[in-house]
Each structure stands twice: as structure tokens, then as C-alpha cells.
């Protein structure tokens, strides 16, 4: 539903904040595909009216609104790239899992088959296989991390401008969660499932263990105290046009 700018100001005691407001809804229905709040010719004579005060509190809500634009595209980036560490790590543990269980069934093996087998697997480890998964691992962390601190600003911002953006800008991350739980089931597998003698497997499963850590979604997520502090930066919004890297930054305190 489309809110009129009188709406607005008729709620804000500032009509910088209301007009600025207006912006954000703008940008909201952009979005959605649906009709401005606040068209630009209405725009346009709301601000040759406002006061050099209220001009102040409009352009902190420019700056939010360049700054929501940007950030959504960043984290937009950021979660495609997470989804595409975790596929390749969870592609590398289902096809060694495959492989395990196929030499504990299928044994004894031919030389050729085995071989043919073992080229699907993990191991033997090779130092440009270790390389590969640690850059998906770090590709995976820093993805996510970066999505998560941006859903947390979007609750934190919506908190002092009273309007619901956390519909359009916040990722629901339900799904890939699910992906995450459904890695992790499968790293315990893999363990159960590890071929050889007991020394051979207890070597694998050191291996995996340091190769595929278990994901902690929770773990990943803004700690309170860089929540705190954020909350405080952005309680006037000016941080969003005088310095609008440092919302990102004090959320990543600390992770």
C-alpha cells in the first residue's frame, strides 16, 4: 500500500525527517515495482521550503538511502558467493563420501577402478586440493558474515526510522541454513563412513575435520557489543553520509 507524504509528516515532528521519509518509501516501492510516495515534481517544492535545518535531517536520509542501495547490492554479491563456496565444499564431501562407501562395498577393488574411484575423492590429499577447500572455507566465512551484519543494520536502521524495510532488504537465510545443517550431516557421515585401518582413519577423519569444519551460523553473527555500538553510531543517521563504511565496519568487530 502506497503512504502519502502528509502521512508522513503528519506522524514526524520534523518535516526534514518526514520529507527524507518520503525518500526512503520511494526507494521501498522501487523495489516492490509499485508507485512513488513522494513523486519528484512534490519532491521538488517540499525542499525549496524546508529550512536549512530540515535540509540537514532530509540529506541524512540521502545518505541512508545511497548507502541501503549500496549495501544491498555488496550483500546481494556476497551471498551468492557463499552459496557457491558451500556448494563446492559440500559437492567435495558428497563425492568423497561416495567414494569411501564404495571402497568398504565394493572391496576388493580392481587397481583400475580404484583408481578411476579415488580421482572423485578427496583423498590422498594433494596441497592444491587443501588450497582450493581452505579458499572456499574463507570465501564461505566472509560471505556470510557480510550478509548476516547487513541483515542485522537493516533491523537496527528500521528501529530508528519506524518504517518496515526488513521485507525488502533483509536476506531470509531459512534456506540456507537448511544447506548448511544438511553439509554438516553430511561431514559426519563422511567420518562414519571413512575407509582403512585404524591409524588411516583417524588420520581422514583429522583431515576432515580440519578441512570441513562444522559451519556455526550463530557464530558468524554480530556480537552484542558491536550491535550496541552500532545502534549508538547510527541513532542520528549522520554516520550513513559522513562516514558510511564504518555501520558495516563496527559490526564486523570482533568476527
Known sequence: MTVSLMQIINKEKSIGDAVGKGLILNLINEYKGERK?????????????LTQAQLSRYYCY??????????F???????????????????????????????????????????????FSFFPCTE???DSMEAAQDALREGLIEVLCFNKSIELIEEVIKLDIS???????ERFNSYVNEFN??????????????????????????VFPKINLKALEPKKYSVD???????DLTAFS?????????????L
Do not use: H
Request: a positive charge; charged letters at 25%.
Open 128 to 130: 592444491d586440493s587443501l
Open 37 to 49: 510516495s513522494l513523486p519528484q515534481k512534490e519532491l521538488g517544492i517540499q525542499l525549496s521550503e
Open 229 to 235: 555500538k552500532t545502534r549508538i553510531l547510527i541513532r
Open 167 to 173: 521485507s525488502i532488504f533483509i536476506k531470509n537465510m
Open 185 to 210: 550431516n553430511e561431514v559426519k557421515y563422511l567420518i562414519k563412513n571413512l575407509t582403512g585401518n585404524v591409524e588411516e582413519r583417524a588420520k581422514k577423519a583429522a583431515t576432515v575435520l580440519t
Open 73 to 119: 547490492a555488496i550483500s546481494q554479491a556476497y551471498y551468492q558467493q557463499a552459496q557457491a563456496a558451500l556448494s563446492k565444499l559440500f559437492n567435495e564431501v558428497t563425492n568423497t563420501s561416495y567414494v569411501e562407501e564404495s571402497f568398504t562395498k565394493l572391496a576388493p577393488l580392481p587397481l583400475k577402478f580404484k583408481e578411476t574411484l579415488e580421482y
Open 242 to 254: 559522513s562516514d558510511p563504511g564504518a555501520v558495516m565496519k563496527t559490526l564486523k568487530l570482533f
Open 62 to 71: 540521502v545518505g541512508l538511502q545511497q548507502w541501503l542501495q549500496r549495501y
